[in-house]
């Protein structure tokens, strides 16, 4: 993943000195992972999940939580501050920091929404099928989230129904046996020409 990180090193900032980093897909999709692999090749990049800014009773609906208290900060060039949710205890608990590092990762569904967009330097999005994503997801999580999945199916798709990502995605990322391909997206922000296999090592190609 080298190559990757060093082109997004590359970019120009996008909120405030950040380089915001969007890592978008459906639920189960494996952006959590991607995201982890991703933030070492970067040096160990902060992280941010949506997961941690949604709720029970707002899976969607945290566009101005996140605005207050993580995109002002960071455009101000100031450490963010926000409540991670624990979603057993079923509450918002202590904020943690975020500080404006050079690369910030922002990974989860709705990354890379319209209210987020002018923020972001770059949007990945994870592109393996909802279905194939959601049974993955529910094999991950096991039966005593069936409830919540059953209710998360329908939120995720009413949500991008009305505000999809992947139109705006810079590169579409699938998981293979052997690291991850990478293609270009629909934004079509990226020249590539071939097919790009990702792997933990350092590549010469892109």
């Known amino acids: 993943m080298h190559d990757l990180a060093a082109r997004l090193n590359r ?5 405030g000195p950040v380089r915001l980093i969007g890592i978008d897909g459906h639920a189960g999709s494996g952006k959590s992972t991607f995201a982890e692999r991703l933030a070492r090749v970067l040096g160990g ?9 949604a709720s029970h009773d707002e899976l969607f609906d945290w566009t101005d939580r996140l605005r207050t208290q993580v995109i002002e900060p960071l455009s101000h060039g100031e450490t963010a501050h926000y409540a991670p949710y624990d979603w057993r205890a079923c509450r918002f608990r202590e904020p943690v920091a975020l500080p404006p590092a050079p690369v910030v990762l922002v990974e989860g569904v709705g990354a890379g929404r319209r209210a987020l967009r002018p923020y972001l330097a770059f949007l990945l999005w994870m592109d393996l099928p909802q279905a194939e994503s959601w049974a993955r997801g529910r094999s991950r999580d096991g039966a005593e989230q069936r409830e919540f999945w059953d209710g998360w199916v329908g939120a995720e798709q009413k949500h991008f129904a009305v505000d999809p990502s992947r139109p705006f995605a810079d590169v579409l990322v699938r998981q293979c046996a052997k690291g991850y391909e990478l293609r270009p997206g629909p934004a079509g922000t990226v020249e590539m020409d071939q097919l ?3 792997s ?3 590549s010469a190609m892109w």
Do not use: F, N, Q, Y
Not at 11 to 15: F, G, K, N, T, Y
Not at 45 to 50: I, M, S, Y
């Open 196 to 198: 790009i296999t990702l």
């Open 200 to 202: 933990e090592g350092p």
């Open 11 to 15: 970019l120009p900032a996008s909120c």
């Open 45 to 53: 990049a902060p992280v941010l999940r949506l997961d941690d800014i």
